[in-house]
T-cell receptor, first 112, second 115 residues
Framework: GDSVTQMEGPVTLSEEAFLTINCTYTATGYPSLFWYVQYPGEGLQLLLKATKADDKGSNKGFEATYRKETTSFHLEKGSVQVSDSAVYFCALTLYNFNKFYFGSGTKLNVKP | GAVVSQHPSRVICKSGTSVKIECRSLDFQATTMFWYRQFPKQSLMLMATSNEGSKATYEQGVEKDKFLINHASLTLSTLTVTSAHPEDSSFYIC???????????FGPGTRLTVL
């Protein structure tokens, strides 16, 4: 079936460190891939997305590349800030952005 | 723009009572809304898809008589947990799919605790 697997957290980094959060997927068709971020007490916010293989999504210094050959969509940021502390969810959807499949979420803690 | 609200944000109730959770798209129309349930340290799991003016479609394993969904307008969907039990305690999140571009926007979630 369709599913998303992402690395367990929490991930704790110092400010300005490099971030990678791994995400791999299994899909029966050709999914669109997403990263959502959830700040404490708030809803999920779309961080970036990619709709086809080799596309790179980017936003606020975060990047992720849709790798069909490795079925991956790893999230990266070159220099994290304290304000990036949140829970990050990898997700996929098939066919007209209907049903979403989410990873379990990775909590990021950035220390000053 | 594209804000989705949920009410209440947190609710505590006694076992056997019913609880209603509202999901509203504040500045756009949503013919389709979705209800998810999030267990601690686990994924969001889709419970049901709610279409305005028609019956909701439930995912396998979700009891439709226990989780009543009503999508009365293009901006409001409600989830009623009937005869709640402690195992229904969870974080419930809705999303609304914007008519036109199909992008989904998520609400802040409702924490339900059943004593």
């Amino acid at each position: 079936g369709d599913s998303v697997t992402q690395m367990e957290g929490p991930v704790t980094l110092s400010e300005e460190a490099f971030l990678t959060i791994n995400c791999t997927y299994t899909a029966t068709g050709y999914p669109s891939l997403f990263w959502y971020v959830q700040y404490p007490g708030e809803g999920l916010q779309l961080l970036l997305k990619a709709t086809k293989a080799d596309d790179k999504g980017s936003n606020k210094g975060f990047e992720a590349t849709y790798r069909k050959e490795t079925t991956s969509f790893h999230l990266e940021k070159g220099s994290v800030q304290v304000s990036d502390s949140a829970v990050y969810f990898c997700a996929l959807t098939l066919y007209n952005f209907n049903k979403f499949y989410f990873g379990s979420g990775t909590k990021l803690n950035v220390k000053p | 723009g594209a804000v989705v609200s949920q009410h209440p944000s947190r609710v505590i109730c006694k076992s056997g009572t019913s609880v209603k959770i509202e999901c509203r798209s504040l500045d756009f129309q949503a013919t389709t809304m979705f209800w998810y349930r999030q267990f601690p340290k686990q994924s969001l799991m889709l419970m049901a898809t709610s279409n305005e003016g028609s019956k909701a479609t439930y995912e396998q394993g979700v009891e439709k008589d226990k989780f009543l969904i009503n999508h009365a307008s293009l901006t409001l969907s409600t989830l009623t947990v009937t005869s709640a039990h402690p195992e229904d305690s969870s974080f419930y999140i809705c999303s609304a799919r914007r008519s036109g571009d199909n992008e989904q926007f998520f609400g802040p979630g409702t924490r339900l605790t059943v004593l």
